[in-house]
């Protein structure tokens, strides 16, 4: 079983910055991929940013040149570092990594998700 748990999420100025953190944890498996999502009430979850295995990463547009997405495979954990930060970015900020386990099999998995509110 593999298990994400994220952090860092909190309530924050306009204009001011956070750090998510994403912690995956289990046997026998690799991270392949690692995105961020987020959700606002009554929006679909939509994707934030994708760093592959290779630490090529990619952004949704609404966040290029404030976010960024960054990896340390020794503790399998992937960063989300938000700089100058909305009103429109608040949401549920969601980690999901896809795997491989036992080098065989590829799964998805999701976190429970971090709230990041930023007041005007």
């Known amino acids: 079983q593999v298990q994400l748990v994220e952090s860092g999420g909190g309530l924050v100025q306009s204009g001011g910055s956070l750090r998510l953190s994403c912690a995956v944890s289990?046997?026998?498996?690799?991270?392949?991929?690692m995105r961020w999502y987020r959700q606002a009430p009554g929006n679909q979850r939509e994707m934030v940013a994708h760093?592959?295995?290779?630490?090529?990463?990619n952004y949704a547009d609404f966040v290029k040149g404030r976010f960024t997405i960054s990896r340390d495979n020794a503790k399998n954990t992937v960063y989300l570092q938000m700089n100058s930060l909305k009103p429109e970015d608040t949401a549920v900020y969601f980690c999901n990594a896809r795997v491989s386990l036992y080098g065989m099999v590829s799964r998805e998995y999701w976190g429970r998700g971090t709230q990041v509110t930023v007041a005007s």
């Open positions: 760093s592959t295995r290779d630490s090529i990463t």
């Open positions: 289990g046997k026998n498996f690799t991270i392949e991929a």
